[in-house]
Each structure stands twice: as structure tokens, then as C-alpha cells.
């Protein structure tokens, strides 16, 4: 959320206009019609792999309602001063580009770069560093980070519980007027499912609706090319869509720097593994285009940045993944205009509908 919705949204919720407003969503939230409570349906996602399904929080209609509230609602930080869409907007592809690291409550730096939210469905784990291994349990995270949302779980429950419209809904879609953390996350997990990138101009060009011209044509067939930009192997853009393997790796950002305590070792600071040290989860590239900056430290601005790097800027070290197969000549070794092809690759992965999808945005706004 920008400082300007923010400031709106909290003169919103001083007016006893919103109380009047709460009322309404609650009434119509209880008499909507049954289908509130049937699953979710999900868009027809023929060109995807099948997407795991978790039998214990199946999405349904008033779940997924439920879910995004809590997402846009500031009720779940210390002051509440800021949600999660705070550092997740939807015109970024819910990443909080042009940020390098996001501020949390207090106005604290994350440690990280804010990651865009889309395809979490298929996620085999959460984070750079892969420390959650589900959505639900992602939830967690920000909710208690000092850095981010900085409430406590046990008042968090509190507030929902003495909310004058959350009760009721929690009653809906859970069948307990008590909400607990659990609840919550699940709640939020049910919305964070929904969020689906499958219309970009690759989306379309599978669906045969349109035709990649020829330079992004190009840039697909160089990215693919074991001889060349040699990127398939982590990103997927061909037969798998969702732009990633979901593996962790080390692409050969740093050399072997990772003694300093002040390193972040990314998985393998989760493991404890020496070999994992250097690892990060490897980033969908869908709607790159949107989410600069770039890596988990967000520490290039630009794709040509990134193609720099790939190019010529690759570091050895002890744990850098062989699939970085020309590492021992620094990198690829792109001409600038295969560079600039895989970029124009690159923006066909921006999905324009995902990003102003009225069912994703804030419903305090609507
Ligand atoms: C202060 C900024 C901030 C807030 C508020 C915030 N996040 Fe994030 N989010 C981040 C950062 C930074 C990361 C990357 C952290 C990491 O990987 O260590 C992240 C990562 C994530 C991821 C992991 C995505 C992936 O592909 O691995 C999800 C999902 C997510 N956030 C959802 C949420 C939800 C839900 C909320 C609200 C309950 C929330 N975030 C609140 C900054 C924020
Ligand atoms: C061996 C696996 C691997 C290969 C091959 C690879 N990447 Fe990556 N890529 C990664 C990992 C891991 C990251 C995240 C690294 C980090 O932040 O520490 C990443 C990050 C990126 C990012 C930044 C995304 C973001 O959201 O921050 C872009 C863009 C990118 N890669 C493009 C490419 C291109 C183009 C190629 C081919 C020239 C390529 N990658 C080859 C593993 C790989």
C-alpha cells in the first residue's frame, strides 16, 4: 500500500462512516447467497502442472473473502500502522518493487528483498531461504517479525476476536466464532492461493491468442539454449510455466565470503548445512519486469543488470551450483544484443490482467 492509500485508509477507518460500511459488509457477507461456503473455483489452467492441493484448507468463496480483509487490513501490526499489502502491491505483482528492502513497523529495514506473490500454490517452500514449508505456515512470519508486523500472535487473536464483524465471519468460514493464529493463517493462505499469474503474453501465446514477435521469440530460444544463456535448467519457461523449479541454489552472486557472521547464508543458514551456505530459493521470472530490484538483496536495479551478471559476473565458490556451467569464464558471455533479446523475453512474462484484477485488490477501497 502507498503512503497515500495508507493515510485514506486510516482517515476511513476514523470516520464512524466505516463503522456504518463494517456493518454493511458484515450484512451482506451473512445473507450472500450459499456459494459463499462452495471451494473456490479455480481459472482453467489447462498449460500448468496440476497444482497441489492441501486437504485440510481447501479455498472456498467466503475463505478466500475472508483472507484477503485480513491481507489488506492493518489490525494485524503492532500500531496498526501497515498490512501485508504494505509491502506486497498488487501493481508490483505483490512485491514491493521499487524498494530494495521494505520497511516494517517503526519504519525497521526487512533483511531482505520483498519477493512478488503469485503461484504460491505450486511453492515447495516459502521464503529465500526456504524456512516455511507451506503457506499457512508462512503466515506466521510477518504477523511476529520484529521487522515487519511485530505483533504478538496472543494479541493478534485478541483484536480479531473483539472485532465487531471479523467473529461472525470466522463463523462462516470455520464454523468457531474464535479465531487463533491457526484460523488466521489459514484464512490468508486460502486468499494467497487464489493469487494466480496465468495471463501474461507467454500465457497467450501457449493458448495460441497471439503471436511473440520475433526478438522475443529469440530471446526464449537463447534462454533455452544450453549454449547460450543456458537458464533452463532453474527457470523453466518452456513446458513448465511457472518460471521456476522451486529448488534452491546458488547462482554465483558472492564468492566464498560466508564465514563473516554477517553474511546471510540463506538456506544454509536454515539447515545449518555448510554445503547449502550461499543458497537461495530460485525466483519464478514471471513478471519480472515488475518487481525490481532483484536477488534477495535486491542488490541489482535493472534486468540489464542481471544480464550483466550472467554475462560476466559470476563468482566460484565451494557451494556454487554446476548447472552454472560457465562459471569458470565468468559467465555466459553474452553479446549485448542476445542480452537485450532475453530481455525482451523476459517482459512477456509480465501479466497485466493478474495485476489489476479487481478480485485481488484492497476491498477497504472498493
Ligand atoms: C515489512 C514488509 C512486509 C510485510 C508487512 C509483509 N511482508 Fe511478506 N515478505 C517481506 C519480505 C522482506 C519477504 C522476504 C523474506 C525472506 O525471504 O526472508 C517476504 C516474503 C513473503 C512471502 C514468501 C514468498 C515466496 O515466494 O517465498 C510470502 C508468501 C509473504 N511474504 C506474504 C506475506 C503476508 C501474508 C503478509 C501479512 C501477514 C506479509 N507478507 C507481510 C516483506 C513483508
Ligand atoms: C543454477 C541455477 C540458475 C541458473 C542457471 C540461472 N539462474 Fe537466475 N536465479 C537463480 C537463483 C538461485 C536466483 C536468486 C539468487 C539470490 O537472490 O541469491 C536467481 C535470480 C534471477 C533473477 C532475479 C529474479 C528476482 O526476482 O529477483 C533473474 C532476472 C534471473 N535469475 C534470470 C536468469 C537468467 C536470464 C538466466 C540465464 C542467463 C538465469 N537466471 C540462470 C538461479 C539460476
Redesign the pocket.
Known amino acids: 500500500m502507498k503512503a497515500k492509500h495508507l493515510r485514506s485508509f486510516i482517515k476511513i477507518i476514523k470516520t464512524p462512516k466505516t463503522v456504518y460500511l463494517f456493518f454493511l459488509a458484515l450484512l451482506l457477507f451473512s445473507f450472500s447467497d450459499k456459494k459463499g461456503s462452495d471451494p473456490y473455483i479455480f481459472p482453467d489452467l489447462e498449460h500448468f502442472p496440476k497444482m497441489p492441493v492441501d486437504p485440510e484448507n481447501i479455498p472456498t468463496n467466503l475463505g478466500v473473502e475472508l483472507g484477503r480483509m485480513?491481507?489488506y487490513d492493518p489490525i494485524?501490526?503492532k500500531d496498526s500502522s501497515?498490512?501485508?499489502?504494505?509491502?506486497?502491491h498488487q501493481e508490483a505483482a505483490?512485491s514491493?518493487a521499487p524498494m530494495i528492502?521494505?520497511?516494517?513497523?517503526g519504519g525497521?529495514k526487512?533483511?531482505?528483498?520483498?519477493?512478488?506473490?503469485f503461484n504460491?500454490a505450486w511453492?515447495m517452500?516459502?521464503?529465500?531461504?526456504?524456512?516455511?514449508p507451506t503457506?499457512e505456515e508462512?503466515?506466521f512470519?510477518?504477523?511476529r517479525?520484529p521487522?515487519?508486523?511485530a505483533l504478538n500472535w496472543s494479541e493478534a487473536e485478541m483484536r480479531i476476536n473483539r472485532s465487531s464483524f471479523y467473529p461472525t465471519m470466522f463463523k462462516r468460514v470455520f464454523g468457531t466464532e474464535k479465531a487463533d493464529s491457526i484460523l488466521i493463517s489459514k484464512a490468508?493462505?486460502q486468499?494467497?492461493r487464489t493469487l494466480i499469474s496465468s495471463n501474461s503474453k507467454l500465457d497467450q501465446a501457449i493458448r495460441g491468442e497471439i503471436r511473440l514477435s520475433e526478438a522475443e521469440l529469440e530471446g526464449f530460444i537463447l534462454m533455452n539454449d544450453q549454449t547460450k544463456g543456458n537458464c533452463l535448467h532453474c527457470h523453466t519457461t518452456d513446458a513448465d510455466v511457472l518460471g521456476t523449479t522451486g529448488e534452491f541454489s546458488n547462482n554465483g552472486l558472492d564468492g566464498d565470503i560466508y564465514d563473516h557472521d554477517t553474511i546471510d547464508r540463506g538456506l544454509g543458514g536454515i539447515t545449518g548445512r555448510k554445503s547449502d551456505i550461499g543458497k537461495f530459493?530460485i525466483?519464478?521470472l514471471r513478471n519480472v519486469a515488475l518487481t525490481s530490484p532483484y536477488m534477495?538483496d535486491g542488490r541489482f536495479g535493472t534486468l540489464e543488470d542481471v544480464l550483466e551478471f550472467y554475462s560476466s559476473g559470476l563468482k566460484m565458490s565451494s557451494t556454487i551450483d554446476p548447472k552454472m556451467e560457465f562459471v569458470h569464464r565468468g559467465g555466459a558471455q553474452l553479446s549485448k544484443e542476445d542480452q537485450q533479446k532475453i530481455i525482451a523475453f523476459l517482459h512477456t512474462l509480465t501479466d497485466s490482467v493478474f495485476i489489476t484484477d479487481p478480485q485481488f485488490s484492497n476491498p477497504f477501497e472498493d
Open positions: 485480513l491481507f494485524l501490526s501497515i498490512s501485508c499489502a504494505f509491502c506486497h505483490f514491493n528492502r521494505s520497511f516494517g513497523v525497521q526487512t533483511r531482505r528483498n520483498s519477493p512478488g506473490l504460491l511453492g517452500s516459502m521464503f529465500w531461504d526456504g524456512r516455511a503457506i508462512q503466515v512470519h510477518p504477523v517479525d521487522k515487519e508486523m490468508i493462505a486468499f494467497e530459493k525466483p519464478s534477495h
